[in-house]
Structures are given as C-alpha cells and as structure tokens.
C-alpha cells in the first residue's frame, strides 16, 4: 500500500505540529491573561498599549503576521544596526501565540466582567485589595467560563499551524506538499492529511474538555 511509505515524513511534520500547537498555545495562555487583564487596568500606561496590542493582532491577517516577523523584522533591525534574525520555529511560535492570545484578551475580558458586581462588593467590604479580589475572586469564577471559548481558540490554532509551511518549517503540510510534489500524487496525500489533522483535533479537544472538567470546580469554591 502506498500510503504507508508516506507516514514516515508525515509523522515527522505532524511531531513539529504538535510541539508549534504546545508552545504557541501556552505563550498565548499566557498573552491573553496579560493583555485581557491589562485592558481591564484603571493604569493608562497598561491599559492603552494592551488595547493596541488586542487591536492589531486581531485586526490584521496571522499570514502577514508571520511573514513580518520572519522576513521584515530582521530587515528593519538591520537598519537600525540590531539583529532581529530568528529561526523559523521561533517566528512561528510568536505570530501563533501572540495571534490566538489576542482573541484569548477579550475571552478573559469579557470573562471577569461577567462575574457578578456583589462579589467584587462584598470583597471590597472584607477590606480585600484589588490583587486579592483579582486572584481569589474574580479569576476563580471566570476561568471556567473561558475554557469553551479556549478550546475553540486551542483547535483553530492547531489548524493555523499549517501557515508555518510557508516559512519553510517542515510541519505536517509542508511534509505534505513535499510528498504531493514529488509523487503527484494528491488525492492520497491530502486525505492524510486531512485525517490526521482531524485526529489531532479530537485530542486536543478531548484534552481541552479534561481541562475544563478539573476547573471547573473552582467556581464553587470561589462562591463558598
């Protein structure tokens, strides 16, 4: 059969799409809880740029993202006389993780907005500061809201992945379109692909739902 001489290559890329999808879906975790929390400050000075940074990585295509880190920044570093040169992965991992943590800012916005007023008040009136309401409060009642929305985020980065091929990055579409180039062979090819897109998927989602599951119970501690 000759799809199995296709796996080899094929598993190589898919284990270079599973590391991208970990890394960039972690830095954007961490993106979208700094710029969500940020746009929620009364301090200008965080406020304003987390507001830019949300605007403009949501505002703009994640393909154009990629290529400006990749080849435009090390350009505009040369003029000034700075090394902005950085490998592939690299380049790939922050256009992702700094793309999926913008849409993520406004999940956590939105988020810790939802939790009701009288639990800020009642904190306010335990003489609570605003870092403990925050963290005691405000986060433990919002995290479980946001995991749907994360899920769907984690998925649609794990598809987005596959732009890193243009950069070169031998993921599993760019191991693909090796294959497909060499053997012309694209029905075959592509349903791979497709399949194993799709499996990856399912368990990210199943590991997402896990996720969900264990913090969700945070909720009723916070209420208690």
């Not at 999940?107 to 009288?118: K, S």
């Not at 998927?201 to 199943?206: E, I, Q, S, W, Y």
């Amino acid at each position: 059969m000759q799809w199995l001489s296709y796996s080899t290559p094929l598993l190589q890329g898919a284990w270079v799409t599973v590391q991208l999808t970990v890394m960039s879906t972690l830095l954007g975790a961490v993106v979208a809880f700094a710029l969500g929390v940020g746009r929620l400050s009364h301090v200008r000075l965080l406020r304003l740029p987390s507001i830019a940074i949300i605007e403009v990585f949501r505002g703009t295509s994640l393909l154009v993202q990629l290529f400006w880190l990749y080849f435009a920044l090390p350009v505009f570093g040369q003029a000034i006389g700075v090394d902005l040169r950085m490998p592939p992965v690299t380049a790939g991992v922050l256009a992702l993780g700094l793309n999926i943590g913008s849409y993520g800012a406004e999940v956590v916005r939105g988020a810790i907005q939802a939790v009701p007023r009288p639990q800020y008040e009642a904190a306010k009136a335990l003489d609570f500061t605003p870092r403990q309401i925050m963290w005691r409060i405000a986060l433990p009642q919002a995290i479980p809201e946001m995991m749907p929305s994360f899920c769907n985020l984690a998925v649609q980065n794990l598809k987005d992945t596959a732009l890193v091929s243009l950069i070169s990055l031998g993921d599993l579409a760019f191991r693909a379109e090796q294959i497909r180039n060499f053997t012309q062979d694209s029905t075959t090819v592509y349903t791979l692909l497709l399949f194993m897109y799709f499996g990856m998927a399912l368990v990210l989602m199943a590991i997402m739902k896990t996720l969900e599951r264990s913090v969700g119970r945070w909720r009723a501690v916070a209420r208690n």
